[in-house]
Every structure is written in C-alpha cells, then in structure tokens.
C-alpha cells in the first residue's frame, strides 16, 4: 500500500471522527435550549452582526444553562445566586436574556422587533447570575472610577491641563477645559464616561430605517461607567463582549487597555519581570489552561498573570485555597503605590472624591506627605490585606524570598515617597515666589511648565519606579522612566526655577 | 497489562500513524512537480543557505501549482492571473520561477551556475501570478514611499534635520545631509532604498569564488524600494520571505516593523486597543485561522488585526461579503490621521510629491491647515470610503456603536487639528521675530529648537492621539505621548519663545 | 445513533487513551528514581510552596537522570561532564541534589528538616553537570556584571547620579549614594546584588517557627551576583527556576527583563525586526521546536531568537555546524556597540574594571573617541568574531546580503561614535568654561544638567540607533530614540550651552 494511499485512509478517518463530533460542538446554539425571544434576535443578527453572534456562539453563555451552571461543586462554580433566576433555567444566556432585562429601570430601552431592548448591558444585568461579583465589584476603586475623576476638583484641574484646548492669542497662550467627546476619548475612555439618552432618532440600518436612542457618551467600556439604569461600571471592561472568557479576563493583555500608559505602567513591568518572561514563552504550552476554575497553581499555570495575583480564586494541587476569588481586588493590596502624589495606605472606601488631606484638600496625602489616614486603611488592614497577597506568593517562593521581596517593596515606598517630597518643596518655592501660581494663590497646580514637570515626577516616574518594585521590573525602575528620569527631572526643576529667579528678578 | 506497557502500545500506534503521514507531507518538495532549474538551485543551496530553502519547501508555493491554484473557486483563490502564466503551469514556484524571471530587464541579472538569475525579486516579478494585487499596490500611497520622502524638498530637510552627522566648531553647531548608507539605515529602511548594481565583484562564498553583483542600497525590504527592473516596491516587506505566508502577512506584528515609532504607533495603539486584547488572548485558540480565504469574522477569527481592516477579502459566515480584498489600501481610508502637518482628507493620486499647498510648499495642507485640495480626494469619495471600512465594523459591531466612533474620532481630528494650528502659531511668531529661520526666510523648518518642538507636536503627539482615537488606544491619547504631552510641548514652545524674546532682545 | 450519542462513545475512547497514558506521564516524579533526600523535601513543601514543586515536576530534571541523559549522543547533550558525577548516577536531580550541595563552602548554609540546606543555588552548584558551560560563563562579560558595574568609579557616579536621593536645603540641591536597598532594587536587579548572610533568624512558617538565614541581597536572580559561595553569576537568570528550561532561555521574552530599557533597547529592537517579526507571527507553528538540540535552522524554526544568534547550537538540517553552543557569548561579538561612550571593539577579559583609557579613565574609550586597545580584542580577534556571527546569517541569507548587512552596521558604528564625539565636545567646552563641573575638575561627569543629556545622547540615543542598525530595528534609528532624538539632543545641549555662556556671565 503506497503512502499517499494510506495517508488517504488515515486521513478519512480523521474526519469520520470530526464529522460524528461535530454536530454536539456546533450544534449547541441551534437546540432547544435558546430562548424564542432570543431566536428572535439571532434571525436577523446573524445576517447583520455576524461577528458578534459566532462570538457568543463560542462562549460558555450560549452553551450552558444557568441551571446546569448552578449544579457544579461550589468551588467550580462560575455563577454565584442562590436559586436559579426566575426564567433563565432552561435555557442558555442570549441575546435576549441580557438585552431585554430590566427594560423598566434602562433609560436606553426603546421597541426594537417587537420587544423592549437596551443596548447597554450592566452590572445589574450580569448581576441576575453573577451577584457575588457584582456586589464585590461595586465597593472596588474602579466602579466608581468616573466620580472619582470627575467628582474631584483637583483632578478635574489634571483633566484640563492635559486635554483642554490651547489657544494663541499673539502674545500668549489660554486653555479651556475640554469638551465631554475630547473627554470620552480621553480619561474617560478608561474611567468610563457617563451614558445619557439624548434622543432617539430614526436610522438607516442594513434592515431599512429604524428608531434607536442617541446616547452620548457612547460607545463606552470603561470600568466606572455611568449607566443608563444609574448603575455603574463595565463587566466588559474584563470580561470582553460577546465571549466573555474567562480566558480573556486572565490574560494579562486585557489589562493592557488602561495599565500601559508610563502613569500605570503595570503591563509593561509586567511583561519585562520574570512572571512576564515565564507567561510569553511558556503560556502556550499544553499544561496551561486559562479556563480552569478553581484556578491550580503549578498545574494550570507556571507563573502568576495580573488576574492571578488579584482577583482569582487560587489553589494549590493538593485543593489548599491560596487565594478566594474577588473582584473587589483592594482586598489583597494594602499600599496604592499609585501616588497622588505619595504612595498611601490604600483608601477605604471605594469613593475616594471623599478625601481630604490636612489642609481640605480632594488628596489621599498632603504636598508634604501627611496621609489623609481617616480616609484610609488602618495600619494593621494594611498588614492583614499584604499578608492576603503574600499567600499567593508563597505558593512559590519561600518565606525568604518572599519577606526579602517585601521589605525591598516597601523601602521603594518609602524612597521614592521622599524624591516627590524634593520635588514638591521645589515647586512650593516657585509658589511662594508667585513664580507660578499654585493652590493657595487659586490657580489649578498642574498646568504651569514646574508644575508640570512636578506631576510627572510622581505620577510617572516615581510610579513607575514603584511598579518596577512590586513586579521585579528591571530598567522600569531605572532607565525606562525609572529614577534616572526621577532625578534628572528633579535637577532640571532646579535649574528652572532658578533661571526663573534669575530673569524674572531682573 | 500495566501501565507504562499499555502507554507503549498506544504511543506506538501514534507513531505508526505519523510514519504513514509523513512522506505525503515531506514528499511535497521532492516531487517531480519541482522544475529542472530550481533542482539545479536546490542542489547547492539546501547546503549553503538551508534556512531559505526549508522556509520555502513550508511554503504554499512549494506545494501547489499555479495551475492547480487556479482551479480553486473565485474568491478562495490566492492567484489573480487571467490564464495560467506560459512555462508555469506544471511546476510548483521554486527559486528559479522568481530569480530568473524577466532577466532582460532586471540590472541585477547575473551568470550563476549556468543561468542567467538576478537576487531581487520585485512587484513585477510576483506580478506574473498576482497581477490584480500587483496592480492595486501600484496605487497605494506606500507603492511610492521612496520618491514621497525623497522627490519632496521639505521632507528632505526633516531627513537632514533627523539625522544629518552634526559637526561642534567649537562656537557653533552644523549640520549636513546625511549619506546614502545613512538614509539606507535609517528613513528608507521602511520607504524603501533606490537599489543600483554598483559593479560584479568576485566574492569568496562557501562553494568557491563567484561573479556576484554589488548592489548599493542592498539588503532592504522597504515598501516603496526602487528595484534594479524599475519597479517600485517589495512584496516581501509583508508577505515575509521565503514562506510567503498570508498568515504571517495578516498578523499583526509583520505591520510593526514600520508603524511603531512615535511618527506612527499603530501596533502600539493595536496592542491596547479591544482588538488587540483580544488578538493577544485568544489568537492561539483552535478556532482562529490566519490562513483561510476568504476570511470569515466569527468563525476564522474574533478579533481583526491590522490587515482584516485594511486589506483581506472578509465574509461573514453566510458568505456575505463584508469587504472585498485590496492592495491599494487607500480604498478603505477617508481620511489621512497622520498630519502633515494636518490630518486631512487622503490624498487623490499614490505620488504625492506633486502636492503643493495654497502657498507652494509640497505639503497636503497649508500651515493654516487649509488643506490642498485638489489634490486630496473630494468630501463624496472621503465618504464613500469611510463606509467602506464601515461595513467592516458593522460586522461586529451595531450601527450607533460604529456612528458614535466615528463621531468621535471625527472630533478628534478636529480638536488635534486646532492645537497643531495653536502650535504653528506660535512658531510663526518666532518665525516672524527672526527667532529661527523658517521658509520665508529660507530656513529648513524642521531643524531649529522651536521647530523641533513644534514636529513632535504634529508627528508625535497629534499623531499618537489620532491613532489612538481611531482603534481605541486610550493612554496614548493622554499621558503616553498623547493629549498630555501635546499640551505640555505646546507650553513650552511658548515658554521657550518668551525666553528667546528676552534674551534675544538684551 | 443519535450525534450525541456518538459523541459519548468517541470521548470515552479519548479518554481511555489519556487514562492509559496518564501513569507514563504523571508517574516519573514517583518512581524510585528520586533520592530519598528529595522525597524528604517533596513530604513538605508539595504543600508548602506547590508552585515549585510542580514546576520541578514538569522539568527535564525531574524526568532523566544525569546517567541516561549522558547516553545521548554527544551533540544533543545537555549535560557536560566527563563521568557522570558520583551519588548522581542513578536518581533524578531534585530539591537536594542543588540545594544540598557543597554544603561547606556555602555561607548560607542552614540545617533544615535534618539536612544542611542552602538557599541560593550558584554556578558552581550547577557545573557538577554543566562544567562547559559554567566554564564558558565565566568568561563571559556578564559573569563580571556586578564588578564592572560596582569596582568601576566612573560607573559608581553614574549609579549615584541616577539613584542617589536628593535633598532640597531651601537654596540648593543636595544629592547621596543610593543605599544597597535601592541598589539591588535599581541596577544589581539586573548586575547582580551581593549576597550575605546577615543572620540566622527564626520565622514563622506554615510548618511552625525555623531558624533561617536572613540574607541581603536576596532576592536576586542578576547575571552577575556575587553569591554566598563566593562564585559568580545566577544560572537561573535565564534558565527561569524551578522548569529551568530550554525553551524558556531560547525565546527572547527572557532576555526583555534585562535588555529592554532604553539603554539596551534589544528586545524591542528585536521584535519590530522581520526575525522578530517571523518569531511573533509564526512560533506557534507546529514546526517550530523550541527544545530540540542541536537546533535546527529551518526545521526547529524559522527566525533566529537572541539565543539563536548569541548562545545556541546551530546545525543545518543536513547535519552541518553553523555556530558550536557558548555561553561565552563574546564569541560572536566582534563590536561592543553599547558605546561607553563610543562604542568599540569587544573588551579582551571579561573583568572590564582593570581598564583604564588612555587619560587613565576607567572607560574602553577615552573622551576624544580613541579605544582603549590594549584592553580591547585585536582588529583580527574582531573580524574572525563577526565571521562566527555571520555563519549564523548565512544560514538564510545571501553572502551579498550578509555583507551588505556588516557594511551598513559598521557605518552606523563609526557615525554614530562621530556624533558622540560632538555632543563630547560641547560638554568639553562647558567643563572648560567652568559652567559644569567633570572629572578635571574632580566632578562626577553624568550628574549635572548638560551632563545628563550628554549620558543619554549615547546611552540612549546613539545606543538605540546600533541595536537598530544591528537588528533591523527601522523607527528605533530614527524617531523612536534614535538619529532625531541624537540630533535634537545635541542641539539642545548647544543651546543650553550658549544660554548659560549669556546669562552665568552676566
């Protein structure tokens, strides 16, 4: 028998196998087990939007019905109610069960086919399978990113130094603060804008006109959007539409989105530091599963991701919990090495627009370092939320490395908290000299050429100098933004106001 | 029967199963489908160059003929010819197929092992086979990359300001244009050398002595090279030697090598962006197919890369085609993003050397930012080919999703425009004060401190924040070389111009 | 028989085959080829710390003993010893067979569950079955990163200019040493720190209290760590603990932790490059093999990673040796092209803090550019270096390719090393005028203000503009650190230059 023969043969019988097991796979969303009202919104969708449907085609939603969900082990359990909703037992979560929830309390609810849709769906929505997280998610810094924003006047000063309009008038220069799309572009794209219905309008679709609302502010995923049911935040932000992998949410790439920026450098430290190095060249190897619940360390994966070390229910081979999933991720980070602008306690509620430093103003510290500490984490939470943390450490490391690890951290902390104090005694200089015009002389503290250069001696380099410690991220911590930049910055700020001493005394 | 025997038995059986696979996958490139020419190639350079030939023997073209690659319906064919080309039918394309193709008009054509073969495989070559992209490509604006930088005065003084060698009198700084070897390293790395067979020269190779060319310019594979035949342009710049591969050339990192800098961030956008989130995540998963055609959203892939937008024939799984292919990717492209130093509406012809502005200069748009009109494409066909990378969108996405995006981005056009214009002003002042030296003066704009300032404002900062509105790359339109450093530079352009204005004036 | 049913039948036939294999697979780590030693550390810490137990188990290690890996035919060897060494013979190499080696000569030794462990496993360690390569590496420059770095003054002042904290007094800026804390969090995170047993300590553990070394220093994997037995080097700085695998040190995401910033911008120069490129795109081919030895260019892969051009065994598919396996990584470097300041030939001992320029600076190249040649390899060692190197190349490549390659980069070398030598006179001038302060006048030479541009003028931007030309890097020549950035930096020095001339004589 010739090879090609039999390859022929091997071959067909490849395919026999593919061919019996393809109609269980594929068939999935063609069974009983999609809702009519959903069926409804596949007839067209699949013509219209077919990316969107075979994504959801291939998600765990389209194929397991919430009830089939709820009879796991607790453990391996990925929804997180009581009792099955009312409605969603028997059948998979389409279209409609998402779309058509709670029409009463969705400003963007408009008549679309014969039924009560919502283009927004939100952590209300999810919350029909998934209130655990929902409920968790909602007292973590990020639900309520946008007020936290937006909500803080001084921040707000930030948003427009950076993004407002600047005009020439021929002799000088103005700024304005920007318009709400600039700012949708902007901060907003990660913080999450605010959706307001403001019309609905009629539109020419590829199935003839119709009525859908405007919202502005919209297209939006951030994870502090206002929604138009007032709840707020974006599961999608992680859990990218219309898959909603879990796969993806563990992948350090999703971060990426908002924690790249030389702000929040977390991805690219990442990526440099030996868990990042471990992830890129061995996370393709068959041993690593990104679906696994619970998540076992050393057997489903070789190094932690993002995800790994903060928020993912974590076990060793032996079943040993390291870590109890939460998506209030504060729960295992004491420090916010994010200086604003020293590294602090972390804050205690999830509303930080409520802070006030010694001297009234919205800041977790004071210019001169104080922590606003009623506002934040009691010395011993810190202690107790590091130990949380550590817990996924030693899942690999010994105790010394991991003590060793710590202590290095949190000198780093203490360092760099140290070059902002230089940096800001500076910039109080040229205040007091009226050189530029700060706080106390009413102007906004960011906008100035010092004052500038002040923000990004904390907010990028002595962050990222952070960052570099936390994760082990080498040249992040020197060369790349690292404190090269923090004293090469600070000297130049020295050398400016001096010039500016200098000419304007003249 | 214990375990590790049973484990014997079935690996056994695996291996039987390869064995009898194995010659009809390796046979591919030993059959008698290989011309009598490229065996004579083969016949040394499996030796001498291995790497090559195994890339090549991956390849589809080792695998299927001409012929038989015509025979595939329409639109799964990777082949545009009308006819099967004379001669090449028969045989696989192999090394003699490309580098002995049309001696007469390729300058590089030598005496080598008894034939008559040129090293640079050009456009016109591949054209043999693939007329229509051939033909496309001549019309895409990177077809004329070379004469676009190098036929334009002023971009040439940016060259020169870029990296001209500078040379301290020990009073004061000049600069030259910098030399061919240079340029060849630097800007036409990616715009493509002008190739010129300087002289034969013997060169000791591993099989002895041997007549060879010498070609100036020679290795590079910019998109717009000026090749030895005439024609303008490499395939190979995205279709990756020697393995040609579609996969390669629709992934995402093929595109980085030329559109990472701070000029053009696209795959650092990409990367941050939803898209490239999901393309990180999930590439690997058994659904995706790099390499089908068409490529069908949703069930080849669940994300697009660079290529779904621009170029590939994409399908929904109906068969619906969602956008035809095109090598001339202006087709998909109303507006140019990258400003020069406006973004403004994309040009009409692929030359754009020809351009002139309302005052002379060979710039898209005045200074002002009145754009050239007549030589960009009118507001209809901008239109018309907005809707055409549209209907890519609307493939996954609903249409007040897509109109919102674009709205948006279209605001931020606008609004980056007016600080580019805010920029410039202030440059004219100095301009106008004798400060620096700009054209009306006779000056090089490019290559003075405030001029300086001012092109990283439009090339990097403006730029960045574009690309970042177009694909969703949120903190490189803020604080990573965005909105924040746009505005930063342009406080300090007007700082510098004050302090010039006092020390000038002493 | 329904789909589904068929279905079932096919799945438990799959999992038939994986219940057989299982045994084979799980089982090595509980066969009688661990020590009893090892299964002692196993009891505890498969519960204490499962990461690195796991990660053990899925090691080459952990699977072959050093007797039947020395049975392999001699090139695809991954052990060097002559005789297999004595009580290694017949087991795997586990916890003990590392961690409780040469007890005697190291300092952190410690007795732990009845045995003398030690904590930090070193080279020497690792040479019982690497001798060649622990040999090699020794030899190598990295091997001596933490003296170069530490025992050169020169290099000291630049660790203090980067680190070193400031102090502002109300007039002035004061500026320190670093302590060792920020060291080993800065540089020696990479270099290597110093590390010594401060104490024994007694911690809690999840086993109870034990006695413990505290060590400073520790963490640390850097290349050139000065360890507890007095050897130098952490093997495990590539050879990612506790998998230790090939595939891990073969891809260049290991070497991004070290080679990344914008001083040795390596891996990013790498991975825009068309090898980076093929290696993004293409890795998860089948084809490629990240773990065979020799490896097989062609076969194994398709683009070279770092490893493939600097370290690996490289054969043809025909058997033939394109470059012998060194971790003496000089040996196919010809150009040391991270310039200090120029770039120059290779140093001829890997312990570069005996050098001394010709003005008796510790640099290889004196201020005016002239080498340092009686510390540097011979014009003859360099070619016959660059000839080793391009054996590489020549595995895919052209001779008129390679050479034209060389050509470029060599050009590149002495442009770029002409530009260093401008922005070098300019600062010369601003020593002799006083206005900044340098080593003759018994400065530190990189803390200043126009110092520090001078130090990025080559470490980063000259610097990025070699690895640019070496790679194929494109935009990282040009506007992404490289020529534009170089220009406009010598520029601003100049103008910086002058401003001081005007407004200190004042």
Redesign the interface.
Known sequence: MG??R??VY??AGIWV?IW?????WA?AQDSENISAQTRGCLGCH??????????W??SRMAKITPAAASEKPARQRRVSFDSVPENLGGTVVGCAECHNLHPDTHDDTFSHGGTDVH?VVTPEDCATCHPVERQQFSQNLMAEAYGNLMDNSLYEALIT????????T?T??T?KAPDA??N????L??HGTKLKVEKIEE????MGPME????SG??N?GVGRINPDGSKGSCAACH?RH?F?I??AR?P??C???H?????PA?KVY????H???Y???K?SE?WDFSAVPWT???DM?APTCAACHVSLLD???G?VLAERTHRMNDRLGWRIFGLPYAHAHPESADTSIIRNKNGLPLPTALDGTPAEKFLISEKTRVERTRTMQQVC????????V???F???E??ID?TN??TR?AT??LQ?AWDAGLESGPAAGGRPF???LE?MWVESW??YANSTRF??AM?G???????N???HL??N???M??LLE?RQ??ENR
Chains 1, 2, 3 share one sequence.
């Open positions: 090879g090609s039999r390859a091997v071959l196998i019996i097991l393809l109609p269980s068939g699949q013509t219209v939007t077919p990316g969107i449907v075979s994504d085609k291939n283009t130094a950076a993004s407002g309009p600047m005009k020439f021929g000088k220069l700024q799309e600039t949708a572009d902007a901060c794209f990660c539109r020419d679709t590829a859908m609302p405007e919202i919209w297209p995923q990218t898959r992998s796969k993806t992948k790439d999703t990426s989105q908002c790249k920026g030389p702000d929040v991805y990526k440099v530091s030996k990042g190095n471990i890129s060249a061995m393709d041993e360390v050393g057997r070789e060793s081979p032996g040993r030693l899942g690999c490391h010994s105790s010394s490395w003590s060793g690890h202590r290095r951290m000198h780093t360092s140290a070059q230089t005694e500076i200089k906008d100035e050429t500038r907010l990028f570099a410690s082990g080498a040249d992040y911590g020197v060369f790349e690292g404190r090269w004293t090469r600070t000297r130049e020295m050398e010039l200098k000419t």
